[in-house]
Each structure stands twice: as structure tokens, then as C-alpha cells.
């Protein structure tokens, strides 16, 4: 039986794991803490359309293609596991002042051109769409974008491996070529580049929030909820017992402490977008590292015949999931997935230069 080592056991090393299991591969996941880096501290959003911007076609045609194949694996997940991975049923991106609302149009036409649908409603609409909103909200767009309890996913994903016969080894990899396996995936995130160098993946710090619902206070919102407050990136995610807010970005190395002024501007903008936050219980503030890399596209493709990367997904780790998955699988396999073209290392020529 070919043997796989998969160096990483966050949502990405997770899903290749299983899938590879499944497809015959005898698999090992290489990782000391599976599962507790930035996919443990993550909103779950799916969201490539909301997310799009003119001249970034790339990034949004890969989400794109990711988002459509969440359904089939939320089922496949659900059916191997019981567990329901995904939660609310679409994306609200709100605007509160003109500018945001004259992006929140130009993001429409740009996705829109590329054969995508969204919705724009005004301000009684967003209003009728989410109640809780605050009144100074002028506009919203509201797309078919589900989001994921990323916990869950872990805990699924986990689950799934381990009927595939996955095996977990609570270590870390110090090199690559230590490992004998017959093919590896270098799915370890933010620390990719520690084992292998030209890798242009660097950590990204966010900080994000988790609020539980009290008892006799508005029910969270059914939407994801995302805004641009005094110029910050806000999102609010629905889970079943209340909800994730993030996500503060900073450069700020490994460096995982959650801040003060993290959590005073989370707050602060949360409230400016849905008043009644205030009363929910502060439940937990974590701060992960994103794999985040230059042109903001992920890193999937061979390093070498025996090395594939499947790492560098910034923000989007969760999204990326399912056409990642895919990616890899059809690389064992000797072929290309073409959607996930546009994310090959080869495009930056460090990496061209510096195959092992």
C-alpha cells in the first residue's frame, strides 16, 4: 500500500488525510497539537463572493470553486459522522456610511460580470433581511454563502480519518527528509516555511471573540454578518449557542496573545453593527496564526516528485477546504485540478529555483 505522511492536522491536513485514507493511501498525520492551531481560532465564513474585488479574479474564481463543492462534502462529512458542519444559510455584508455602500456596488457588478448572483438591498431591506441591525446601516449585499463551525469540522474531519484508518502522531516534523513515507503533503500552515524555506507563507495574527446568548435577549443573527467599521474588517458568525466575532490582522510574527485593544476594538465594532451584542456572555478570546502569502492565493502543487504543498490559505483556510482536497487528491493521483491552477508555488520564482 502507498504510504502518505501529511505534516499538519489543522482543517487542511485533516481533509487530505481522510480523503487520501479513503482513497487507499496509508496515511499519517504528523502534528504535536492536531487541530488546536488557526483553524481552531476561526470564524468558518465562506464568503469568496463577498470577498470579491475587481482584478482579483484568481482568488475569486478559486473560492469560487471551493464554495461549490462545500455542499457534497458538509454531506459526505454528515453521513460518515452524524455531525452538520455548516450553519446559516448566507452572507450579509453591511455598509454604514456612502463610500462602503458605493463598494458594496462595486463588488456586486464585479462578481456579478463573472456570472455570480447577489442580491443589493437598502436600508429597509437589510433591516427586514437581519432585525438586530443597527439603524445606522444605509445598505447591504446579501449572498448564497453559508459559513462552517469550524469546530466541528475539526471534530468531523477527526472522525472521518480515523474510520479511513488515519493514524495521528502527536510529534513534530523537524525536516522533511526525515520522513520515509512514499509521498508527503506539507499542509503545516503559518510554520510551512520552517520546513521548507522558499515557501513565501508568513504568519498573519488574528484575534476573535466567542459570545454566548443569554436568556431573554435578541436571538443571534440567522446571516453571517460582515461590515467595514472606522475602516476595520468585521465579521459575526452564527453558532449554535451564540456567535463568533473577529477578525483583528496584525504582522505580528507566532505571536498568539490576545490583546486589550484587540478585544476593546472587536467589541466597539460589533456593537456599532448589531446594538444588542452588549448583552451576551464573553465566553472566549483566542488569537491564531493565518498562513498568509503575498498575492493572497493559497499554495498547492509539488515542491518536489515526492513533496506537495497544501498551505498558505490566509484567511480563507476553511473555505479552501474541499477544492484543496481535491487539488491534492488529483496530484496523487499524477493529474491537475484546474481550478486550483492559479494557486501552484511555482508561480513565485523562488520556489521554481529551489526544489529539493
Known sequence: ??????????????????????????VTVFDPAAGTGASWVAGGMLAPLSEGWPGEQEALHFGAASLARWPALA???????????????????VALDTADAADLRTIADFVGAQGHHMQLLDRAAARATEP????????????????????LLLTALSRAGAAAG?????????????????????????????????????????????????????????????ARVHGRSLYLVPRADGLVVGATQYEAGFDTTVTVAGVRDLIADAEAVLPGIGEYELTEAAAGSRPATPDNLPLIGPLTERVIAATGHGRNGILGVPVTADAVLALLAGDVLPEAKAADPHRFPQISGGAR
Open 1 to 26: 500500500m502507498r504510504t502518505l505522511a501529511v505534516v499538519g492536522g489543522g482543517v487542511i491536513g485533516a481533509v487530505v488525510a481522510w480523503r487520501a485514507a479513503a482513497a487507499g493511501w496509508s
Open 166 to 226: 488515519v493514524r495521528i502522531r502527536p510529534e513534530p516534523v523537524r525536516d522533511l527528509a526525515d520522513l520515509d513515507h512514499d509521498r508527503i503533503v506539507l499542509a503545516a500552515g503559518a510554520a510551512s516555511a520552517r520546513l521548507w524555506p522558499q515557501l513565501p507563507v508568513r504568519p498573519l495574527k488574528g484575534e476573535i471573540l466567542r459570545l454566548r446568548h443569554r436568556p431573554g435577549i435578541p436571538p443571534p443573527p440567522r446571516h453571517v454578518v460582515r
Open 132 to 151: 438586530s441591525l443597527a439603524r445606522t446601516v444605509r445598505a447591504a449585499l446579501l449572498a448564497p454563502e453559508p459559513a462552517a463551525d469550524n469546530r
Open 75 to 93: 454531506a459526505a462529512l454528515e453521513r460518515e459522522t452524524g455531525l452538520s458542519v455548516l450553519v446559516a444559510d448566507a452572507t450579509l455584508t
